[in-house]
Every structure is written in C-alpha cells, then in structure tokens.
C-alpha cells in the first residue's frame, strides 16, 4: 500500500515538474503571477534563463518519472531506468545552477 502511494506522488511530481519545465522552455519569461519569492535564487531573468530553467525542471521531472517506474519493470529495465534518473537529476541540477549563475551575472 505504502508503495503505491508513493509512486502515485512520484507520478504527480514528475507530471507537473515535466510539465512545467517544457512550458517555460517555450516562453521568454516566468508567468507574471509567480510570486517573487518563488523566483528566489534568481536576480535578472532573462528569456535564457527562462529556457534553462525550463529543462532543468523537465530533467528533474523525468528523474522522478524514472524512479517511479522502477517497482513495477523488469530488473534490466529498472537498472536502465535508475541510470536515467541519475543523469536526469544531475542535468537538472548542473542545469538550475547554471542559470542561477547567469541571472546574478547578468545583474552586476
């Protein structure tokens, strides 16, 4: 039961994190009624930084896609799935820090 739970939250988060993510990759700039403390890391956003933020939310969604898929496939595919996560995190991680990076450099 707990499983399952916790796929259907791993299934939810990584929708709406993939979906988020492909959104903003086609837009130049965050909607306007994000809060600005949901932009927090970042100073100037620019339609870039926008774009890179974007797939640094879909790596991170399809990461958790990954892992919530991993219970219920064969072993070999559930080891090609665990690879895809990792790659994923990290693309999502390297990507996020670097746009971080070019809205503070952008600002000075």
């Known amino acids: 039961m707990v499983m399952y739970l916790l796929m259907t939250a791993a299934f939810v988060l990584g929708a709406i994190l993939l979906g988020v993510g492909l959104y903003l990759t086609r837009q130049d700039e965050f909607p306007s009624w994000w809060r600005s403390w949901m932009l927090w890391p970042l100073v100037e956003v620019t339609p870039r930084v926008t774009h890179l933020q974007g797939w640094a939310g879909a790596a991170l969604g399809v ?46």
């Open 63 to 108: 990461s958790i896609l990954a892992i919530g898929f991993t219970p219920v496939v064969p072993e070999v595919l559930g080891g090609v799935l665990v690879l895809i996560a990792m790659v994923g995190y990290l693309a999502g991680a390297v990507l996020f820090v670097y746009s971080t990076y070019l809205s503070r450099r952008v600002a000075r």
